[in-house]
């Protein structure tokens, strides 16, 4: 029985020497697995962060391009509603964008704040797109800013516009109205009458008048019919046929600006001086046979 004591004792010693060595294995390898799991753990939230960053850094640039395109819209006031409408949602588009990625920026630095996973290189992403983000932000503010003062400065055109064309319509009507006196002033200036007769004619129409069988008779003192006078411009009429072989001029004008010629056996009154002979009355009156 003594040969079996040895080899029963080896059996032992290697049995349990195998059975602590699957132990040991089995603790390895879910030690290992754990650190795999970390390590894909930490993998996925890095690809998170990198995935998030370098989406806010292409909305970025969107932003730069949209500013861009605003800032080099023209200057004029008569931009149509459409170009204005499109700014506005421009505007909108960029104030939203921004909050967005605000919004993404506050979640990635809280969620690094709790991660166990620390990095100066994504610290430093972080703060450099914050600092852009800041940068844009300042930017659309000061092209709505712009934006407000153009609209006020166009609104402050257009009322400055609206009176001076209030203006302009008063100094039309004024300057209508002054110009209907001018040329009732003008046309009664340059306006004359006369008439010619018999003197039973010119007592009919109260032209001449008397008092009495021997007292001097009055030329246009009384309510005479002016209708029965010929109007004519002054400035053109240079002579007046009577056809009459008598003529006697009854108003008062200066013997200078004027003669009475025969034509054909009649009378013509030739005016030499327009100007001087209605100095003193627009009136003539001429007493023929």
């Given at each position: 029985m003594k040969p079996l004591f040895p080899i029963i004792v080896v059996s032992l010693l290697i049995f349990f020497s195998c059975g602590q060595q699957s132990s040991d294995y089995k603790a390895l390898k879910a030690q290992n697995d754990s650190l795999l799991r970390a390590k894909s753990q930490m993998q996925q939230e890095l690809d998170d962060y990198f995935s998030a960053m370098n989406q806010i850094e292409q909305n970025i640039e969107k932003i730069k391009e949209t500013q861009g395109v605003l800032s080099t819209q023209p200057e004029s006031s008569e931009l149509d509603v459409d170009a204005r409408v499109k700014i506005n949602e421009d505007?909108?588009?960029?104030?939203?964008?921004?909050?967005?990625?605000?919004?993404?920026?506050?979640?990635?630095?809280?969620?690094?704040?709790?991660?166990?996973?620390?990095?100066?290189?994504?610290?430093?992403?972080?703060?450099?797109?914050?600092?852009?983000?800041?940068?844009?932000?300042?930017?659309?503010?000061?092209?709505?800013?712009?934006?407000?003062?153009?609209?006020?400065?166009?609104?402050?055109?257009?009322?400055?516009?609206?009176?001076m064309g209030r203006d302009i319509e008063e100094l039309k009507t004024e300057s209508h109205s002054k110009q209907s006196k001018i040329d009732e002033?003008?046309?009664?200036?340059?306006?004359?009458?006369?008439?010619?007769?018999?003197?039973?004619?010119?007592?009919?129409?109260?032209?001449?008048?008397?008092?009495?069988?021997?007292?001097?008779?009055?030329?246009?003192?009384?309510?005479?019919?002016?209708?029965?006078?010929?109007?004519?411009?002054?400035?053109?009429?240079?002579?007046?046929?009577?056809?009459?072989?008598?003529?006697?001029?009854?108003?008062?004008?200066?013997?200078?600006?004027?003669?009475l010629e025969k034509e054909n056996g009649n009378f013509v009154l030739l005016i030499t001086d327009t100007k001087e002979f209605w100095s003193i009355s627009k009136y003539l009156v001429i007493e023929v046979d």
């Amino acid at each position: 029985m003594k040969p079996l004591f040895p080899i029963i004792v080896v059996s032992l010693l290697i049995f349990f020497s195998c059975g602590q060595q699957s132990s040991d294995y089995k603790a390895l390898k879910a030690q290992n697995d754990s650190l795999l799991r970390a390590k894909s753990q930490m993998q996925q939230e890095l690809d998170d962060y990198f995935s998030a960053m370098n989406q806010i850094e292409q909305n970025i640039e969107k932003i730069k391009e949209t500013q861009g395109v605003l800032s080099t819209q023209p200057e004029s006031s008569e931009l149509d509603v459409d170009a204005r409408v499109k700014i506005n949602e421009d505007l909108e588009y960029l104030n939203q964008m921004l909050q967005t990625n605000k919004d993404e920026l506050a979640r990635l630095k809280s969620k690094i704040k709790r991660s166990a996973f620390k990095s100066e290189e994504l610290e430093r992403t972080l703060s450099r797109l914050t600092k852009a983000l800041e940068e844009e932000s300042a930017k659309v503010a000061l092209l709505q800013s712009q934006l407000a003062a153009k609209d006020s400065l166009i609104a402050e055109l257009g009322s400055t516009v609206d009176n001076m064309g209030r203006d302009i319509e008063e100094l039309k009507t004024e300057s209508h109205s002054k110009q209907s006196k001018i040329d009732e002033q003008e046309e009664t200036i340059n306006t004359a009458w006369y008439v010619f007769g018999t003197r039973k004619e010119l007592k009919e129409q109260k032209i001449v008048t008397s008092d009495g069988l021997f007292s001097q008779q009055k030329v246009l003192q009384g309510d005479f019919n002016k209708s029965y006078f010929v109007r004519i411009d002054p400035r053109k009429t240079k002579s007046i046929p009577l056809y009459s072989t008598r003529a006697k001029i009854l108003t008062t004008h200066p013997k200078s600006s004027y003669t009475l010629e025969k034509e054909n056996g009649n009378f013509v009154l030739l005016i030499t001086d327009t100007k001087e002979f209605w100095s003193i009355s627009k009136y003539l009156v001429i007493e023929v046979d």
